[in-house]
């Protein structure tokens, strides 16, 4: 007999977590060799001192580096560090092969200065969170 379970907790995510991620292997090389092979981590962090007052991390596969984590420091931003942490990242990343870069952020984070970087917005979501938007850039590194 069918039965449905709703469960508001993580049980039985590893398992449609296990079974998607068959799937794609089975059905995308790519999939099957980042599986295979991982992905790069990369952390770039500024400091000032022992401090660190900003940085960028993210990973690295199909020729992408995908951001996860950007921050400076409430008092080191306006002073030009978050760009030179992107010029530093894109060195990096043109020299390791990256093709393009991919960020995600909410319309309160910091849209105006990843488009002031060269970041193209492929894809919105307006009202997530509500009232707010959810945006996907991406820049190509020459």
Request: hydrophobic share 35%.
């Amino acid at each position: 007999m069918l039965q449905f379970q709703l469960k508001e907790n993580e049980d039985g995510q590893d398992w449609l977590r296990q079974q998607v991620r068959q799937y794609n292997v089975e059905r995308s090389p790519l999939h099957a060799t980042k599986r295979s092979e991982g992905t790069q981590a990369v952390t770039l962090l500024a400091t000032r001192g022992d401090q660190p007052i900003g940085g960028i991390s993210g990973e690295m596969y199909w020729g992408w580096l995908h951001i996860e984590w950007f921050f400076v420091a409430e008092e080191e931003r306006g002073s030009g560090l978050g760009t030179q942490l992107f010029r530093q990242l894109e060195e990096w990343a043109r020299a390791a092969g990256v093709q393009r870069i991919r960020v995600e952020t909410f319309s309160f984070q910091a849209l105006p200065f990843y488009e002031r970087q060269g970041f193209v917005e492929v894809g919105r979501i307006d009202d997530y969170p509500p009232g707010m938007s959810y945006h996907l850039l991406v820049k190509q590194v020459d």
